[in-house]
Each structure stands twice: as C-alpha cells, then as structure tokens.
C-alpha cells in the first residue's frame, strides 16, 4: 500500500480515538536513512527562503533542532496530526551536534476541517528547557513547554527574542510557502525502533542525544544544518 495512505488512514484512526493519542502505534514508518534524506531535503529547500534569516537566527544560538519531513494532517470536523522526524542536540558554544534521537508526532486540532494536508516542519529548540523534553518518554508542546510560530522574514526581529521566551520555535514548508506554524497541543515521543535500528543497540533518547553525530548518513543533514546557519551571519 501506498505509504502516504498508510498515514493517511493513521492520522484518520488517531482522530477516531479521540484525545487518547494512542495511535497509529503500528504504521509502516520510514527507516532512518529514509528520514535523514527526506530532513536533508527539506532544509534545503527552507535554505532557498527568501525569509529564512529570522529562523537561522535562532538556529545558530539554539540548543536543538527537531525535523519532521511530512506532518500529515487529515479529518472531518476533528482533525488528527502524525509525523516521523529526528532530533539533533546542539552546544552553540562550539557548534557542535549530537544525535540524532527518532521521534513521532502526534496530535489533534478541533474546528471546521476537511481533506488531507502534507507538511514539513523544523522545530527549534532554543533553550535547556526546551531541550530536556526531548531526553524523556514524550513531550507535550504548549503543555510541558512553551512553542510559538517561528518569526520570519529577513527583518524580523529575531532579537526581540533573544532572552527565548519560547522554548521552541516552529517553522513549516507547505505548498512552496514558508511560515510559522502553531502545534499546540502536539505530543513528541521516541520511536524506539528507529533509535535501535540506527543505533544497533536499544537506546534511551537522552543517551541518544549525549553521542556525537557521527560521519555516515547524517553528514549531509549537519552540512544543511550549518548552511542554514550561515544565512544568519
């Protein structure tokens, strides 16, 4: 069966169980080299942005980036979200990265709409905070810590907030159009069978998120990380 519509029906049964957010806990979900390429695609087309200062701003001082390739949305009436993605640590004092730990999203939003929505999403993490929701079980955006739409533009004052009153910034790429995007409410949790199968070994997402990225698939997804990073200079 086609994958996307593997997602499809998931997000749609996710809807169907309310705000339990118990599934789809069996979706055929892409491999880890799979995630790493489709990362490193989106960054480079969110790199081409015209309005993307605002973001490698905050990228370059964040201590963590989170990447969802395809955020699919789906519903009627109540809508359901569900992603696979990755997450890398980063020491903005040497410029370094850790990781990746894989992860899941999901999530419900309430209100009039219809059909199906493809998106990718970059989530950065600006703070500690921010960033040790990600080391445990699961992290609940706009509950256990605070995300905003991310500014964009290349007058965007980025500065205004340099002190991160938010602990994560979200931005998305639908349709060619780069923006903020609001995911109150949205649940990230670790996948662990992505994590064992890059890894080669069961590991805890804060163990994970200790080791050094290393050479291999992720060396391109780091090299659109620190060209992205490089718009912010």
Same mark, same amino acid.
């Given at each position: 069966?086609?994958? #996307?519509?593997?997602?499809?029906?998931?997000?749609?049964?996710?809807?169907?169980?309310?705000?339990?957010?118990?599934?789809?806990?069996?979706?055929?979900?892409?491999?880890?080299?799979?995630?790493?390429?489709?990362?490193?695609?989106?960054?480079?087309?969110?790199?081409?942005?015209?309005?993307?200062?605002?973001?490698?701003?905050?990228?370059?001082?964040?201590?963590?980036?989170?990447?969802?390739?395809?955020?699919?949305?789906?519903?009627?009436?109540?809508?359901?979200?569900?992603?696979?993605?990755?997450?890398?640590?980063?020491?903005?004092?040497?410029?370094?990265?850790?990781?990746?730990?894989?992860?899941?999203?999901?999530?419900?939003?309430?209100?009039?709409?219809?059909?199906?929505?493809?998106?990718?999403?970059?989530?950065?993490?600006?703070?500690?905070?921010?960033?040790?929701?990600?080391?445990?079980?699961?992290?609940?955006?706009?509950?256990?810590?605070?995300?905003?739409?991310?500014?964009?533009?290349?007058?965007?004052?980025?500065?205004?907030?340099?002190?991160?009153?938010?602990?994560?910034?979200?931005?998305?790429?639908?349709?060619?159009?780069?923006?903020?995007?609001?995911?109150?409410?949205?649940?990230?949790?670790?996948?662990?069978?992505?994590?064992?199968?890059?890894?080669?070994?069961?590991?805890?997402?804060?163990?994970?998120?200790?080791?050094?990225?290393?050479?291999?698939?992720?060396?391109?997804?780091?090299?659109?990380?620190?060209?992205?990073?490089? #718009?912010?200079?």
């Amino acid at each position: 069966m086609n994958r #996307r519509i593997v997602l499809t029906l998931a997000v749609l049964g996710l809807v169907a169980l309310g705000t339990r957010l118990a599934a789809p806990a069996r979706v055929e979900a892409a491999p880890p080299a799979e995630r790493i390429s489709e990362s490193v695609a989106v960054l480079r087309e969110m790199v081409q942005q015209s309005d993307a200062e605002a973001m490698a701003r905050l990228l370059k001082k964040a201590k963590g980036v989170a990447v969802f390739p395809s955020v699919i949305k789906a519903g009627l009436l109540v809508g359901g979200r569900y992603g696979e993605g990755l997450v890398l640590r980063h020491d903005p004092q040497t410029g370094a990265w850790y990781g990746p730990s894989f992860v899941t999203l999901k999530g419900l939003s309430y209100g009039p709409q219809f059909g199906f929505q493809s998106t990718a999403l970059v989530l950065v993490i600006t703070n500690d905070r921010g960033m040790q929701g990600f080391r445990g079980d699961k992290v609940t955006l706009g509950g256990d810590v605070a995300v905003a739409a991310g500014p964009v533009g290349r007058h965007a004052e980025a500065s205004t907030d340099a002190e991160f009153k938010a602990s994560i910034y979200s931005y998305s790429m639908s349709k060619g159009i780069f923006a903020g995007l609001s995911l109150e409410g949205a649940v990230i949790a670790p996948d662990d069978s992505a994590n064992q199968s890059y890894w080669k070994t069961a590991l805890r997402p804060d163990d994970a998120l200790n080791r050094p990225a290393a050479s291999g698939t992720i060396t391109a997804l780091l090299q659109e990380l620190e060209r992205l990073i490089a #718009r912010g200079k």
